[in-house]
């Protein structure tokens, strides 16, 4: 079983930037990709980010390519999501998730993934 539990959520001013982490333990056996979904108040929970085990393919959503930035430390079998440029429809709770069994092709849908964390609250004000 694998636990993850994101971090660095909080209540910012619209222009500047957040640096979000997710930690994971118990860590499965084989490379797994990992990714970044969102959901804001009363709407679908939505892709945000992705990023392979060795971190040399990268996935965004068009509405934060150019803002944020994902990676990873598999060192410390953690993630990160450095968001720039924050904007108020950048509210939401960020989700991190881990695609173990899920197939490849779906990294950046919701279906791909097996494990999700608890969320972790971002609120850009304007």
């Known amino acids: 079983q694998v636990q993850l539990v994101e971090s660095g959520g909080r209540l910012v001013q619209a222009g500047t930037s957040l640096r979000l982490s997710c930690a994971a333990s118990?860590?499965?056996?084989?490379?797994?990709?990992m990714g970044w979904f969102r959901q804001a108040p009363g709407k679908g929970r939505e892709f945000v980010a992705a990023?392979?085990?060795?971190?040399?393919?990268?996935y965004y959503a068009d509405s934060v390519k150019g803002r944020f930035s994902i990676s990873r430390d598999n060192a410390k079998n953690t993630m990160y999501l450095q968001m720039n440029s924050l904007k108020p429809e950048d509210t939401a709770v960020y989700f991190c998730?881990?695609?173990?069994?899920?197939?490849?092709?779906?990294?950046?849908?919701?279906?791909?993934?097996?494990?999700w964390g608890q969320g972790t609250q971002v609120i850009v004000s304007s």
């Open positions: 998730s881990v695609q173990v069994y899920g197939p490849p092709d779906a990294i950046t849908a919701e279906r791909g993934y097996d494990y």
């Open positions: 990023i392979t085990w060795s971190g040399s393919s990268t």
């Open positions: 118990g860590r499965p056996g084989g490379r797994y990709s």
